[in-house]
């Protein structure tokens, strides 16, 4: 009998990692569509690594990618952008969770920000966690807010034995996400990682236009 493969998930915060692509290898005036990442083929990339020490197999079960939904209403090119865009991760078998934009008064002078998309990862992760869903848990993100929910996993990793978190980062950047008293497996993943999984789709632009 073969040994049981790892069931890896790959939590991705969507507008995290594309800042950070942007920062690792685009300058600041790069068109908006450079620094976006397929997000199956990133999750079949990272899946595909781990610790060396590491006797069974990875076979990637699930990606999640968490991001704010501009309004169709005070946003309806963007709106329009992101549904296409949505369309096309939802199509390769991703799962998509997204959360309204919040508009502050002083919009459009100040820019909408994302609200609740951080907590819905964190939650995922715990949960699926604690119901055991995963063996391994990918999460694709810098945000030290989703600190308590690593931190949580860690806890029940120390009970169980299970699940493990790694996380990601690009190595041209310092910042990954870090536990105390924990050595999490982190994907340093360079330039050539990037390529190969680069979305130059122009999601702005409807097909046919």
């Known amino acids: 009998m073969g040994v049981e493969p790892l069931r890896v998930w790959v939590f991705i915060d969507a507008q995290n990692l594309y800042r950070d692509t942007r920062d690792a290898f685009h300058a600041r005036d790069a068109p908006s569509s450079f620094g976006q990442v397929d997000p199956q083929g990133f999750g079949l990339l990272v899946a595909a ?69 951080d907590v819905a990862l964190a939650v995922d992760l715990v949960f699926n966690a604690a119901r055991r869903r995963y063996d391994v848990g990918i999460v694709a993100s810098t945000d030290t807010d989703l600190l308590p929910a690593l931190e949580a996993v860690c806890e029940l990793r120390r009970a169980w034995g299970t699940p493990r978190i790694e996380v990601t980062c690009w190595s041209p950047l310092a910042k990954r996400l870090r536990v105390d008293g924990h050595a999490l497996w982190c994907h340093r993943l360079d330039r050539h990682d990037y390529e190969s999984v680069r979305d130059p789709r122009n999601y702005a632009r409807a097909e046919g236009s």
């Open 49 to 117: 690594r781990g610790p060396v020490r590491s006797s069974r197999p990875r076979r990637l079960e699930e990606v999640r990618i968490y991001t704010g939904m501009p309004s169709s209403s005070k946003e309806p090119k963007t709106n329009a952008a992101h549904k296409r865009q949505r369309h096309a991760w939802e199509e390769q078998g991703v799962k998509v969770v997204a959360r309204p934009l919040r508009y502050p008064k002083g919009w459009p002078s100040q820019r909408a920000v994302e609200k609740g998309v």
